[in-house]
């Protein structure tokens, strides 16, 4: 049941991508940013450079905080604490694809760099977040059902009866006094909790194509601004943003159960995507604009379709399927308080819209 890193090779064509848009955007700029005198060079290059090493510090300590919580007993995936972390961690993911990423792809489809017609006139935004979360949905099924199918061809194959139980297990069987009917049982919890693992393993690696594609669109934006009365707000902001979006992210790892080689393959994405976009527009400086109509269109589509993305991860595969499940289902003052956790996550993350 071990899940392959295609991820990378899904974020390296999407990377290409945005390369490939950017590179002939300055053909048609909108002057309409550079109004005003804060313009220097050599100041902005100098505070993109502290801003690679800030947000790169950030994002590894965000997402590796969680994958450590295993050596705290009250941080174990199945404690009370950590399931109130994850709320809040949900929270900071909804916040993060409502409050920072559409309203960034609104930005951009509806700039007046655009022509009226169409972008000022249909919501393209709305529309193509509703396309994504549909599509994620399509994505999520179709790859829970194919690896299901897997898994009980699988079963099928180790036999019947207590033939597939390992020797850990067929000792607590015996326990029970009936082998064939308690074989069954245990046999039937391994098929759920496998098919939970693969759940968990498929909302990990779609949350990090989501948060990974509006890093690099975050990154490039910065990467090619020279205006330092802009940049120095947004390094701070940025961190924090990092920071949490990546324990929420580390939570996802966690519980996926993944072995050290991918753990260090998702850590490293997301990591790197929003330094490597700084550096890209660092590189690009001369060739691309964000205020160009070409860049506009390429980062309002790839913002709007990952917020449509993240929306729909945060609120169908964490929060909804955390809400109910057993675990806060069967004790309301646990709902009570993952629900705060949630408001604090969400409202913490609203906050920093003002500045980034």
Not at 124 to 148: G, K, N, Q
Not at 325 to 332: D, E, I, M, V, Y
């Amino acid at each position: 049941m071990a899940y392959s890193p295609r991820f990378s090779v899904i974020t390296t064509l999407v990377l290409l991508f945005i390369v490939a848009a950017a590179l002939p955007a300055a053909a048609k700029q909108c002057d309409a940013k550079f109004e005003g005198g804060c313009r220097d060079k050599a100041e902005s290059l100098k505070l993109k450079v502290i801003a690679i090493f800030c947000i790169l510090v950030s994002s590894v300590i965000g997402i590796s905080l969680p994958l450590f919580s295993r050596s705290v007993p009250k941080l174990q995936p199945d404690g009370d604490l950590f399931v109130l972390v994850k709320a809040l961690s949900s929270g900071v993911i909804l916040a993060t694809g409502y409050m920072h990423v559409m309203p960034d792809s609104f930005n951009d489809l509806t700039s007046g760099c655009l022509p009226e017609h169409p972008w000022r006139k249909f919501p393209f935004t709305t529309f193509i977040a509703m396309l994504s979360a549909i599509l994620t949905l399509v994505i999520d099924s179709f790859s829970i059902s194919f690896f299901r199918k897997k898994l009980a061809a699988a079963n099928s194959a180790n036999g019947s009866g207590t033939a597939s139980i390992e020797a850990g297990e067929r000792k607590e069987v015996e326990l029970f006094g009936d082998g064939h009917v308690h074989g069954h049982a245990i046999r039937d919890t391994k098929k759920v909790d496998a098919e939970q693992l693969l759940r968990y393993r498929v909302v990990a690696q779609m949350l990090e194509l989501g948060i990974v594609v509006h890093s690099v669109v975050i990154g490039l934006s910065l990467g090619a601004s020279v205006n330092p009365c802009t940049i120095r707000p947004l390094i701070a902001a940025l961190c924090f943003h990092q920071m949490f979006e990546g324990m929420g992210l580390g939570g996802c790892i966690l519980q996926a159960e993944y072995g050290m080689k991918m753990k260090a393959i998702l850590v490293f994405f997301f990591s790197t995507t929003t330094p490597f976009g700084i550096a890209l527009g660092i590189a690009l400086l001369n060739v691309y604009s964000d205020m160009s109509s070409t860049s506009l269109i390429v980062e309002g589509v790839l913002n709007a379709v990952s917020a449509g993305l993240l929306n729909y991860m945060a609120l169908v595969e964490l929060l909804g399927s955390d809400f109910t499940g057993p675990k806060l289902q069967g004790s309301t003052k646990l709902m009570v308080l993952a629900f705060l956790a949630v408001l604090l996550g969400a409202g913490g993350m609203s906050v920093m819209a003002i500045w980034a």
